[in-house]
């Protein structure tokens, strides 16, 4: 099977298909969703609060996601697989960036992403001139919490408009192949689509992005509590998952399960 390429998203821009992406942390679920026909997996580093369950993405390293990616690219044979850089795996210093990627690049990842604009388009030049495609991730971004005062829609204000418009084409020049916006304004994001030529994926960024992503666990409705006004449910996963396993506990009790000979 064929597997899909940083050019067939690209050519998906151009003929206005729109581009899936899903989080993925595991080989069965790459599987399943690989086999969904979705186009991107990514190996967020989501897993520190939708698996590892901490607060923030802060705490996971660069092993986690390493790990993580190893899992991914056993299970999935067609969709691109990027991997997600975690926080301060790359903001020191371009040789260490370079150093962080490739390791995700040995582990099965075929791109990688990081966060910010501006500020990091050297590092994403140095990263794509040896080689390594990166996706970058602009608006709300999650390594940044703290000095966001929290997780919030960017871009709200005329001058934080201009800034991630500006961090979105300074992303474009440096050779990033795509971009995520996440929590940015609907008309934001039309503007940040209609000027640059890379594909942009959006959560939160409204109908006129490139592409979508969600968080796997999201979609499936595993945190029943979590309900960002962006976010479509389409399972009840917690309460399916409960109901069987209270019925797996019943039976066993039971004695129902396993059957009598
Ligand atoms: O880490 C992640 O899962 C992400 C997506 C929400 C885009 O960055």
Not at 101 to 107: N, Q, R, S, Y
Not at 111 to 140: I, R
Not at 194 to 216: E, F, H, K, Y
């Amino acid at each position: 099977m064929k597997s899909i390429r940083i050019r067939d998203l690209q050519e998906k821009k151009a003929k206005s298909e729109p581009i899936t992406m899903l989080t993925c942390y595991d080989a069965m679920f790459a599987k399943i969703l690989d086999s969904s026909g979705v186009d991107i997996l990514l190996i967020g580093d989501t897993l520190g609060m939708v698996v590892q369950g901490q607060e923030t993405t802060l705490g996971v390293t660069l092993e986690d996601i390493a790990y993580h990616t190893r899992m991914v690219a056993r299970g999935a044979q067609r969709a691109h697989i990027v991997a997600d850089m975690p926080f301060m795996t790359y903001q020191h210093d371009i040789k260490e960036a370079m150093q962080n990627a490739a390791k995700l690049l040995v582990a099965g990842a075929h791109s990688v992403k990081l966060e910010g604009g501006t500020p990091m388009a050297s590092t994403v030049k140095a990263l794509t001139e040896v080689g390594v495609p990166v996706m970058g991730h602009v608006g709300l971004t999650p390594q940044s919490v703290h000095a966001l005062s929290g997780y919030r829609t960017q871009g709200k204000t005329d001058e934080s408009r201009k800034r991630i418009l500006e961090d979105a084409m300074a992303l474009e020049a440096a050779g990033a192949y795509a971009v995520v916006l996440e929590c940015v304004p609907e008309s934001l994001a039309q503007e940040i689509t209609r000027m640059l030529q890379i594909p942009t994926i959006g959560i939160g960024a409204g109908p006129a992005c490139d592409g979508q992503v969600l968080v796997i666990y999201d979609l499936l409705g595993f945190n029943p509590e979590f309900k960002p006004k962006y976010l479509k449910t389409y399972l009840n996963g917690a309460a399916l998952i409960q109901q069987a396993c209270e019925k797996y506990v019943t039976e066993v009790r039971q004695r129902v399960f396993p059957p009598m000979e």
